[in-house]
């Protein structure tokens, strides 16, 4: 089977490395010849699938579903309109996506559909994060303490979008979960929980989580709430931070492929969602699962910069190139990285599985301190949420 993955960055990293664990071939598409996810794919093609049609659709005429990784609108409009013309399956529900990828008419959707989830300001109060409303990411995310930081917030974050969300602060456990469903009929599949840099960039995901047995339950019944409402056909990532009350709060969803996520539950549980997203849109149906927890899995982001390894979100693998899959990458299962030993300077993802979190914990660290004798590096250092 071949899948033609459009867009090379986060997303399309995903995507690509799940499409071949499953099987299949992956023809990748980006404007940019220096995506990521270009060396992990079959083939790679660097144009602007906009401008140049008769290439476009010489590409889609010889593939089996098309798997959009991108979140421009335009772009997505057009391989919907082309997956209809041209007969072949198109795997995102795009007008799910359109609510999910605006977080004020997500924010509608929560309060209409009566979702838990953080107030928003001024009824708030402080500490407050400002996010762009329309953009995914850490991109223009910044938490405010006082007036002053909420002013100097919102100036930064309007930059980046000129519509911008403040909502109240939630210091607890992060949660993911993305939900499969068909015409409605939600599958939930596994949890993991997050781990944030200083910049609010997903650092770490990890997998089984650490909550409660009601916790865990009421987080899946929203999230099929949620995929109900939206009537959706295809995947849907919720995400929800966990207050004092032990209450999952909806702090966004995004319905489509998201990055790391995926791949933590296909290592913990077998599941591959691509797979899964082959079934709905080519096969047809919901396939029948029960998702469960095999093993302990952290997917950990490095960067090595000079004298220095850190611990680092996933924005920094989004803008490099030379990667490669790598087993035993200093005694991890596996890495996604373009670090080596003729190249001392470099990125690395770190998927650790183990039969518990402490033990994969331990291989990580254990993993950092071989890397750093080998790259003669001095200096580690992590970082998490902080000040605005």
Same mark, same amino acid.
């Not at 405010?144 to 969300?165: C, P």
């Not at 599958?187 to 865990?216: G, N």
């Not at 001392?344 to 994969?360: F, R």
């Given at each position: 089977?071949m899948?033609?993955?459009?867009?090379?960055?986060?997303?399309g990293?995903?995507?690509?490395?799940?499409s071949?664990?499953?099987?299949?071939d992956?023809?990748?598409?980006?404007?940019?010849?220096?995506?990521?996810?270009?060396?992990?794919?079959?083939?790679?093609?660097?144009?602007?699938?906009?401008?140049?049609?008769?290439?476009?659709?010489?590409?889609?005429?010889?593939?089996?579903?098309?798997?959009?990784?991108?979140?421009?609108?335009?772009?997505?409009?057009?391989?919907?309109?082309?997956?209809?013309?041209?007969?072949?399956?198109?795997?995102?529900?795009?007008?799910?996506?359109?609510?999910?990828?605006?977080?004020?008419?997500?924010?509608?959707?929560?309060?209409?559909?009566d979702?838990p989830?953080?107030?928003?300001w001024?009824?708030?109060?402080?500490?407050?994060?400002?996010?762009?409303?329309?953009?995914?990411?850490?991109?223009?995310?910044?938490?405010?303490?006082?007036i002053?930081?909420l002013?100097?917030?919102?100036?930064? @974050?309007?930059?980046?979008d000129?519509?911008?969300?403040?909502?109240? *602060? #939630? +210091?607890?456990?992060?949660?993911? &979960?993305? =939900?499969?469903?068909?015409?409605?009929?939600?599958?939930?599949l596994?949890?993991?929980?997050?781990?944030?840099?200083?910049?609010?960039?997903?650092?770490?995901?990890?997998?089984?989580?650490?909550?409660?047995?009601?916790?865990?339950?009421?987080?899946?019944?929203?999230?099929?709430?949620m995929?109900?409402?939206?009537?959706?056909?295809?995947?849907?990532?919720?995400?929800?931070?966990?207050?004092?009350?032990?209450?999952?709060?909806?702090?966004?969803?995004?319905?489509?492929?998201?990055?790391?996520?995926?791949?933590?539950?296909?290592?913990? @549980?077998?599941?591959?969602?691509?797979s899964?997203?082959?079934?709905? *849109? #080519? +096969?047809?149906?919901?396939?029948? &699962?029960v =998702?469960?927890?095999?093993?302990?899995?952290?997917?950990?982001?490095?960067?090595?910069?000079?004298?220095?390894?850190?611990?680092?979100?996933?924005?920094?693998?989004?803008?490099?190139?030379d990667l490669?899959?790598?087993?035993?990458?200093?005694?991890?299962?596996?890495?996604?990285?373009?670090?080596?030993?003729?190249?001392?300077?470099?990125?690395?993802?770190?998927?650790?599985?183990?039969?518990?979190?402490?033990?994969?914990?331990?291989?990580?660290?254990?993993?950092?301190?071989?890397?750093?004798?080998?790259?003669?590096l001095?200096?580690? @250092?992590?970082?998490s949420?902080?000040?605005?």
């Amino acid at each position: 089977m071949m899948i033609c993955v459009v867009g090379g960055r986060l997303q399309g990293t995903e995507a690509t490395y799940l499409s071949k664990k499953a099987g299949y071939d992956v023809i990748l598409i980006d404007r940019d010849s220096n995506v990521p996810a270009a060396p992990l794919a079959d083939e790679f093609y660097a144009f602007d699938l906009l401008k140049d049609m008769n290439s476009t659709k010489k590409i889609l005429k010889s593939v089996d579903a098309i798997l959009p990784a991108t979140e421009n609108y335009k772009t997505l409009n057009l391989l919907e309109r082309l997956s209809l013309q041209m007969g072949i399956p198109y795997m995102q529900d795009n007008s799910a996506f359109w609510l999910s990828s605006d977080k004020s008419k997500s924010r509608e959707f929560f309060e209409s559909s009566d979702i838990p989830h953080p107030s928003t300001w001024p009824d708030s109060g402080f500490p407050v994060i400002v996010k762009p409303a329309r953009k995914s990411g850490s991109l223009g995310v910044y938490r405010a303490n006082n007036i002053e930081q909420l002013k100097d917030a919102l100036k930064r @974050s309007s930059l980046i979008d000129d519509q911008v969300v403040i909502q109240k *602060f #939630i +210091d607890g456990p992060a949660l993911s &979960l993305e =939900v499969l469903a068909f015409k409605g009929y939600p599958l939930p599949l596994q949890i993991t929980q997050l781990k944030f840099d200083e910049t609010y960039s997903c650092k770490c995901a990890f997998a089984p989580d650490q909550l409660s047995d009601d916790v865990r339950k009421s987080f899946v019944e929203v999230s099929k709430k949620m995929a109900r409402g939206l009537n959706l056909t295809g995947l849907m990532d919720a995400q929800a931070i966990v207050d004092s009350n032990d209450i999952p709060l909806m702090i966004e969803i995004n319905a489509r492929l998201p990055s790391q996520t995926p791949t933590v539950v296909y290592h913990s @549980s077998g599941v591959n969602m691509v797979s899964l997203l082959v079934s709905i *849109f #080519i +096969d047809n149906k919901l396939p029948h &699962l029960v =998702v469960k927890p095999k093993t302990a899995v952290i997917y950990q982001h490095i960067q090595v910069v000079g004298d220095s390894v850190t611990i680092v979100g996933e924005h920094i693998m989004g803008e490099v190139k030379d990667l490669r899959i790598e087993k035993n990458f200093f005694g991890v299962d596996e890495a996604i990285t373009n670090l080596d030993s003729d190249k001392p300077e470099g990125v690395a993802t770190l998927i650790i599985k183990d039969s518990s979190l402490e033990g994969a914990e331990r291989r990580l660290m254990q993993a950092i301190e071989e890397l750093m004798a080998e790259f003669h590096l001095t200096k580690f @250092s992590d970082s998490s949420p902080g000040g605005a």
